[in-house]
């Protein structure tokens, strides 16, 4: 079974740019995660999904951080325009129902340079 | 709020030694409890988890034991390996906060032959 996807594992890019992260989940899971982890720290929650609707995304900065999961199965988050302070590995989870008990399961991560 | 506090690192260790990563939790409601490992250059990978008290977790070698009464999901390991180097991270989810990872701060550990 294949895992949680990700696209670019690397970004540089300059301050100001527009950049975009791709993720593509496990086969049937119906609950998809973004998470942004920071150097040297756990991983903390931006957005969460059940099926194509937002049901959590109290932690992702709007101003300049967007998401969307149109048809309930791939998920993109785009950041428009990044700031130095963005720089971090963007990870991508997805579990099979967002239950308390149920494994999220990790992507590989986006690792983003802003310079 | 939920919150997790596990020791920090590095954790040296020669091989073959015992391991504990301690892990300490605070949540409302009734947590379901995870560790998490992160091979150098690798995702996050699932290690074990334990979902109402009492619990134990284990997987490779490895087992957690979920601790109500003192709040805590203690790493253990009888003999470690090389290979196990890596960074562990204690998380936690529960139904009061929308079902998402809190995690702690992670904790590397080196193992040296």
């Known amino acids: 079974e294949a895992g949680v996807v990700q696209s670019p594992r690397y970004k540089i890019i300059e301050k100001k740019q527009p950049v975009a992260f791709w993720c593509n989940p496990i086969?049937?899971?119906?609950?998809l995660y973004w998470y942004l982890q920071n150097l040297g720290q756990g991983p903390e929650l931006l957005i969460r999904?059940?099926?194509?609707?937002?049901?959590?995304d109290s932690q992702l900065p709007k101003d300049r951080f967007s998401a969307e999961r149109l048809k309930g199965v791939d998920s993109t988050l785009k950041i428009q325009p990044a700031e130095l302070g963005d720089s971090a590995v963007y990870l991508c989870?997805?579990?099979?129902?967002?239950?308390?008990?149920?494994?999220?399961?990790f992507g590989p991560g986006t690792r983003l340079t802003v310079l | 709020g939920n919150s997790v506090t596990q020791m920090e690192g590095p954790v040296t260790l020669s091989e073959e030694a015992f391991l504990t990563i301690n892990c300490t939790y605070t949540?409302?409601?009734?947590?379901?409890l995870f560790w998490y490992v992160q091979y150098p250059g690798e995702g996050l990978q699932l290690l074990l988890k334990?979902?109402?008290?009492?619990d134990k977790g284990s997987n490779k070698g490895f087992e957690a034991t979920y601790r109500k009464e003192t709040t805590s999901f203690h790493l253990e390991k009888g003999s470690v390996q090389v290979s196990d180097s890596a960074v562990y991270f204690c998380?936690?989810?529960?139904?009061?906060?929308?079902?998402?990872?809190?995690f702690g701060g992670g904790t590397r550990l080196m193992v040296k032959p």
């Open positions: 989870a997805s579990s099979l129902r967002g239950g308390s008990t149920d494994t999220q399961y």
């Open positions: 086969s049937g899971h119906n609950t």
């Open positions: 999904y059940e099926n194509e609707e937002a049901v959590d």
């Open positions: 949540a409302t409601g009734y947590p379901s």
């Open positions: 334990a979902t109402k008290a009492d």
């Open positions: 998380a936690l989810t529960s139904n009061n906060a929308g079902n998402m990872l809190t």
